[in-house]
């Protein structure tokens, strides 16, 4: 079983503060994929990195794949009340029979008050 | 939206009843996944399938069965279901973007309590 550490698991903050949330493990994925999810509805993907050390920015939010592809990280930049949510980092590996396999941490349940 | 659903939304059960989830997909796509989620564990995988009856077990199998007699539509089955089964159930499927990254989307949940 290959196993994503997320931290932290819970993190309040206010308006306008930055923040880092990490996702740590000893396997290395074909990619990484990072989900939000709200109440009462299923996650939805942000973004997916491929390449090692590769830096993808999705307006205030800039997510990183560590160079050996074995961690990631997301950066929140001046966070507002609607980046509020869960944040789930993905481990993803190709099997053949099953496609593309995911393995999740355990999330980040994300506060900003206002 | 991939175009997923899920039914029941919510549903309540007794102990030792056997429950059946339907996940429902319009797009034809050929992976589909059903997920469980607690709190602290992320989502754990239960099982998938690759095609029309051609499914296997995931992380956490034990006490679910599922079928997929067409394309579109994948059940989970708990067979008698326990108080530890309580949660919520994500229906996925697998899509192939132009960048030949694989990427999964989720349906909405069911949320199963088992008293």
């Known amino acids: 079983t290959q196993l994503l550490e997320q931290s932290p698991q819970f993190l309040s903050i206010q308006e306008g503060e930055n923040l880092t949330v990490y996702c740590n493990s000893s396997?290395?994925?074909?990619?990484l994929q990072w989900y939000r999810q709200e109440p009462g509805e299923g996650p939805v993907l942000l973004v997916t990195?491929?390449?090692?050390?590769e830096v993808k920015k999705l307006k205030r939010l800039t997510f990183q794949f560590g160079d050996a592809r074995k961690d990631s990280s997301l950066h929140i930049t001046a966070a507002q009340p609607g980046d509020t949510g869960l944040y789930l980092c993905?481990?993803?590996?190709?099997?053949?029979?099953?496609?593309?396999?995911?393995?999740f941490g355990g999330g980040t349940r994300l506060m900003v008050k206002p | 939206d991939a175009g997923i659903t899920q039914s029941p939304r919510h549903k309540v059960t007794e102990t030792g009843t056997p429950v059946t989830l339907r996940c429902h997909q319009t797009?034809?796509?050929?992976?589909m996944y059903w997920y469980r989620q607690d709190p602290g564990h992320g989502l754990r995988l239960i099982h998938y399938?690759?095609?029309?009856?051609?499914?296997d077990k995931g992380e956490v199998s034990d006490g679910y069965s599922v079928s997929r007699s067409k394309t579109e539509d994948f059940l989970l089955t708990l067979e008698s279901a326990t108080s530890s089964q309580t949660s919520v159930y994500f229906c996925a499927i697998s899509v192939v973007p132009p960048s030949e990254t694989y990427e999964q989307y989720f349906g909405p949940g069911t949320r199963l309590t088992v008293t």
């Open positions: 797009e034809n796509h050929r992976y």
């Open positions: 990195v491929v390449t090692g050390g």
């Open positions: 399938s690759y095609g029309v009856k051609d499914t």
């Open positions: 993905a481990g993803a590996f190709w099997n053949n029979n099953a496609g593309n396999m995911l393995t």
């Open positions: 396997s290395v994925f074909s990619s």
